[in-house]
C-alpha cells in the first residue's frame, strides 16, 4: 500500500490565484481530514469527512473547500489565494472516527505571494 | 475534549531512556490519552494510545497515573532518530470529535 499521497510537494502561488491540494488513500479509509500547519505551531483542522458525499469544517476552514466523491479521494481547494494561507499542509486518514489511529501524508508546502 | 499541557522542549542523552511528560487535570472518564509524534518536516506518526491502563507497544510505553490527570510517554532507548516534536492529545474515542494537537515537546536526542 503507497498509504496516503499527497501532491503537490510544494507549490508557490500569486495572491488571488486558485488551486487544489491532492490528497488520496489506497487503505479503504472511511475518515479523511486536511490540517495545515504554521511555523511554531500545531496542528489544525481545516475540513474532514467521514466518508464519499460527507464532509464537515474544522477549526480554521475559512478559505477552503472540500468535496469527497469517492472514498479515496478528498482534495482541498483555494478559490483565492491569500498569503496568510502560506503554510504545510497535511492529509490524514483513518479507519473509523478521529480515535483511529491517523495516517498522514508527507506534507503539501504552499507559499502565497 | 481535555485540554493538555507538554513542556515545550526536553533533551535526552543517545541510548537513554526519554520521559516525556502530559499533564490533563481535566480528563473525563471516557477519554482517551493519544501519543503521535512529528519528525521534521514529515507528517505525524502514531506512537501509542490508552485509556487508564498502562499500555507498551514495539515504539514506547504509555504510563497513567491512577487519577488519569497525567500521563507519561518512555522511549525505553533513545536514538538520533526519536528527535521529533511529540503531541499529547486527550479525547473521546469514538467517530466525530475533531483532533487537537496542540504545541507538543520538542524531544532533541543528543549524542
Known amino acids: 500500500n503507497a498509504g496516503v499521497t499527497q501532491t503537490p510537494k510544494f507549490q508557490v502561488l500569486k495572491t488571488g490565484q486558485s488551486m487544489t491540494l491532492q490528497c488520496a488513500q489506497d487503505?479503504?479509509?472511511?475518515?479523511m481530514s486536511w490540517y495545515r500547519q504554521d511555523p511554531g505551531m500545531g496542528l489544525r483542522l481545516i475540513h474532514y469527512?467521514?466518508?464519499?458525499?460527507?464532509?464537515d469544517q474544522g477549526e480554521v476552514p475559512n478559505g477552503y473547500n472540500v468535496s469527497r466523491s469517492t472514498t479515496e479521494d478528498f482534495p482541498l481547494r483555494l478559490l483565492s489565494a491569500a498569503p496568510s494561507q502560506t503554510s504545510v499542509y497535511f492529509c490524514?486518514?483513518?479507519?473509523?472516527?478521529?480515535?483511529?489511529?491517523?495516517?498522514f501524508g508527507p506534507g503539501t508546502r504552499l507559499l502565497v505571494l | 475534549d481535555a485540554k493538555t499541557t507538554q513542556p515545550p522542549s526536553m533533551d535526552c542523552a543517545e541510548g537513554r531512556a526519554a520521559n516525556l511528560p502530559c499533564n490533563h487535570s481535566?480528563?473525563?472518564?471516557?477519554?482517551?490519552v493519544y501519543w503521535y509524534r512529528q519528525i521534521h518536516s514529515q507528517g505525524p506518526q502514531y506512537i501509542i494510545h490508552?485509556?487508564?491502563n498502562n499500555e507498551t507497544n514495539e515504539m514506547a510505553s504509555l504510563i497513567i497515573t491512577e487519577d488519569r490527570k497525567s500521563s507519561t510517554l518512555i522511549l525505553p532507548h533513545a536514538t538520533l532518530r526519536d528527535t521529533a516534536v511529540y503531541y499529547c492529545?486527550?479525547?473521546?474515542?469514538?467517530?466525530?470529535?475533531?483532533?487537537?494537537f496542540g504545541t507538543g515537546t520538542s524531544l532533541t536526542v543528543i549524542p
Open positions: 490524514a486518514s483513518s479507519r473509523g472516527g478521529f480515535g483511529e489511529t491517523q495516517y
Open positions: 487503505m479503504n479509509h472511511e475518515y
Open positions: 469527512s467521514v466518508g464519499a458525499g460527507i464532509t
Open positions: 481535566t480528563i473525563s472518564g471516557n477519554e482517551y
Open positions: 490508552g485509556l487508564k
Open positions: 492529545i486527550v479525547r473521546v474515542a469514538d467517530t466525530g470529535n475533531q483532533f487537537y
